[in-house]
């Protein structure tokens, strides 16, 4: 049974991990001005790797956000954390919640931004793979809660990046990208993966989880990308957050919420839930409760960062 999942400074990176292919690399390189998150949450993320910041040192960056600051409170104030008062600022939020947890929010606020974009093609919209990770990272949290596994707003967030990589197809080669899910739509047979390492010669765990390590994510978030389709493939200490991960992406998908075509099957691996201590019972009452948590994630996501 797993307990928890590593901090940042715990986890390290595996040396019998496979690295990038070629081609994942070369395509960062060509949208590297594109796939970034909003300018006041990549300095969030380096204030709070810095350990000589304060709450004080904090509160003056995201101040200049005025949007990202009132998603943040209207977060930290929502039933996801259940404080018994309402907390006014930002200051009193770091003192109760943590550097970190902070950061997770305001990064969760801010991406949307990436995923915002219009229709480009009848059978694909980014903003239905939005739809899809905001389910992935409402039933994510609830698996966290539920089994004591991690902590609950970074396995949030996780859900949130899990697909990153599709962005970064899109932004390539937008043909290409479209063949992929023409093939994949009129073939179910043929698998999102299959299609994209065909076709683009990666797929978007492998562009997904190279983001997250270019973005400075902690190595357990970068592994959740990879590998949230195959989480066994892992060694054990590794798969706490892949495997919630990978729960969570074929409950949303039971669910039908938003683009879930990369979702390769409808059943769980039964070492996968015993590695988690889930029980069919417990599935249950998630699915029963996740369309209102679903909700609730796109009521408190909708607002985002201007920046």
């Not at 907390?87 to 606020?109: H, M, W």
Request: charged share 20%; glycine share 4%; proline share 5%.
């Amino acid at each position: 049974m797993i307990t928890t999942i590593k901090s940042q400074a715990d986890v390290k990176r595996q040396t019998d991990i496979p690295g990038y292919p070629p081609v994942v690399e070369s395509a960062f390189l060509k949208i590297k001005s594109i796939a970034t998150l909003p300018a006041v949450a990549r300095k969030v993320m380096e204030l709070v790797d810095d350990s000589g910041t304060s709450a004080e040192d904090l509160r003056k960056v995201i101040a200049t956000d005025p949007a990202l600051s009132a998603c943040i409170l209207k977060i930290v104030n929502s039933s996801f954390y259940g404080f018994p008062q309402q907390i006014g600022s930002i200051e009193r939020a770091v003192v109760l919640l943590g550097l970190n947890a902070i950061k997770n929010i305001a990064i969760a606020s801010s991406l949307s931004k990436v995923f915002k974009t219009s229709l480009i093609g009848p059978q694909f919209n980014a903003s239905d793979l939005w739809l899809h990770s905001v389910a992935v990272a409402s039933c994510a949290r609830q698996i966290s809660v539920r089994t004591k596994v991690g902590l609950p707003d970074e396995v949030f967030l996780a859900g949130l990046i899990h697909d990153i990589g599709i962005m970064m197809e899109m932004q390539v080669d937008y043909t290409e990208f479209m063949n992929v899910i023409q093939i994949t739509t009129q073939n179910q047979h043929t698998t999102f993966r299959q299609a994209e390492n065909d076709i683009l010669g990666a797929n978007h765990e492998l562009f997904g989880g190279y983001i997250c390590r270019e973005w400075k994510f902690p190595v357990h978030f970068e592994y959740a990308a990879r590998y949230h389709h195959d989480p066994l493939q892992l060694p054990a200490e590794n798969q706490p957050l892949p495997l919630i991960i990978h729960v969570a992406d074929v409950l949303a998908a039971r669910l039908g919420e938003g683009y879930s075509r990369t979702v390769e099957t409808q059943t769980i691996d039964p070492e996968i839930l015993s590695a988690l201590n889930l029980r069919e019972a417990d599935i249950e009452l998630i699915m029963d409760s996740l369309a209102e948590a679903i909700e609730e994630t796109h009521q408190l996501l909708g607002c985002s960062s201007s920046s």
